[in-house]
């Protein structure tokens, strides 16, 4: 470790205040941010902050990330969750683990972990600052902003997925264009009058995933559409998704020919509505033309197969992601030009890059906070060990 060394962070999200809680106190760090540090950690889990995920397999933890699950291997084996509970309980936190693997402080509180995490850097210097700039020459890295420059011994990129890369212009960093992930989709069809209804496990074919659709007034939304907006989120838009609708309720025509047998006198919207909210039920057969009051007796083969084939290939056409409903970005810093033992720049020594800044994402559950303080355990122990 290098006495008198000077590290600058660049960002003060999860990424960068974990960085800096975990490097040598002989340090001297300064940590550049030009909003409220740890701000970014305050809408996390709903306010609670799931703060990772009890997955213990690392490479199970690792499918968990739609890019840059391979890349993660090193950090994910080394820095676990287990490894970072017992961080955060070391610094006052105690976790708790759900049913469904998220873990969230006992407290259940994002303002208590940002609170945890900010006694822990007060010896570092924050500079409410953006930096604009950064080149590196003989002496070091030099920082710009629009009225300082600062001149460092290493820096630490710790800027998000949502941040502005032109900083990393002069560096010749390849990044990967930045696409909104974990999110709603806004359709073709206008759903607003089902806004609320949720569909119960259906499955969709592209992505052979299987969960709640929920409708919204934008479009669509629930696990399984965040799930699949970061699936496709390199995807061209717009794009077409097939649900079966019918999933874990009926498999074949037949069965649902002696359905409409057995109900003989029945209305189709009221034999349906046993299988999909009723709201929908009319929607769905206003749309493909049928007559809701016909009984099953009157349903004959032909609007009985139009009927279950649509509800077993129910297409949506996707327009855009939904606006600013992101919840990470997908892309970001190349990992071909990074570390992943230590997450420093391959071709630039001491130049770091830690959190979603990189082309790393992960689906809900905790899984991108992880990324962020496996990824500071690394950097802070390659800077500590650093000749
Ligand atoms: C609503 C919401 C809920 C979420 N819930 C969860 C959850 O429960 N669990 C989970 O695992 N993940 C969750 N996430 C994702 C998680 O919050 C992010 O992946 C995580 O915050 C990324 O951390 P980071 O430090 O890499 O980047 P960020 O949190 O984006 O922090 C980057 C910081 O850098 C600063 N910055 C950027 N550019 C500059 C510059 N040029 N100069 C100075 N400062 C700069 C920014 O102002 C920012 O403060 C959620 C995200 C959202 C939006």
């Known amino acids: 470790m290098v006495l008198g060394c000077r590290v600058a962070i660049v960002g003060a999200g999860p990424a960068g205040i974990m960085t800096a809680a975990l490097l040598s106190k002989e340090i001297d760090i300064t940590i550049f941010e030009h909003k409220s540090p740890l701000a970014s950690i305050l809408p996390t889990g709903g306010g609670k902050c799931n703060i990772s995920n009890l997955e213990s397999d690392f490479k199970e933890f690792a499918k968990n990330y739609p890019r840059g699950e391979k890349f993660l291997y090193s950090i994910l084996s080394r820095y676990t969750s287990e490894y970072t509970l017992e961080y955060f309980k070391k610094i006052g936190i105690e976790t708790v683990a759900l049913d469904n693997g998220k873990i969230f402080p006992q407290k259940m509180s994002s ?6 995490l900010l006694a822990q850097i007060k010896g570092c210097k924050i500079e409410k600052n953006e930096i604009k700039k950064i080149t590196k020459n003989d002496s070091g890295f030099i920082l710009k902003s629009s009225n300082s420059k600062y001149l460092f011994d290493r820096v630490v990129i710790a800027i998000g997925g949502h941040a502005d890369f032109s900083i990393l212009n002069d560096l010749d960093i390849k990044i990967i264009p930045p696409k909104p992930a974990l999110t709603g989709l806004c359709t073709a069809t206008n759903y607003s009058s089902l806004s609320g209804i949720v569909l119960k496990n259906v499955f969709n074919f592209e992505t052979r995933l299987s969960g709640d659709l929920l409708f919204t007034h934008f479009g669509v939304s629930g696990p399984i559409v965040f799930k699949i907006s970061s699936l496709k989120a390199r995807d061209d838009f717009p794009y077409w998704l097939k649900f079966d609708l019918l999933y874990d309720k009926l498999q074949d025509l037949k069965d649902f020919q002696q359905i409409l047998n057995d109900n003989s006198k029945k209305e189709i919207k009221n034999i349906l509505s046993k299988y999909l909210p009723q709201n929908f039920v009319g929607f769905f057969l206003e749309k493909i033309g ?24 129910y297409q949506i056409q996707v327009l855009s992601p939904r606006p600013d409903g992101e919840t990470v970005m997908a892309g970001g810093v190349d990992l071909k030009q990074v570390n992943p033992k230590t997450l420093e720049c391959k071709n630039i020594s001491g130049l770091y890059f830690v959190g979603e800044v990189l082309n790393i994402d992960g689906f809900c559950g905790g899984f991108n906070l992880q990324n962020c303080w496996s990824g500071a355990f690394a950097v802070a122990e390659s800077i500590n060990s650093s000749g």
Do not use: A, M, Q
Not at 111 to 116: G, M, S
Not at 290 to 312: A, W, Y
């Open 290 to 313: 049928v007559n809701p009051v016909l009984k099953g007796s009157e349903i004959n083969s032909k609007i009985r197969n139009l009927i279950f084939d649509t509800l077993k290939n």
């Open 111 to 116: 303002k208590f972990v940002r609170e945890r």
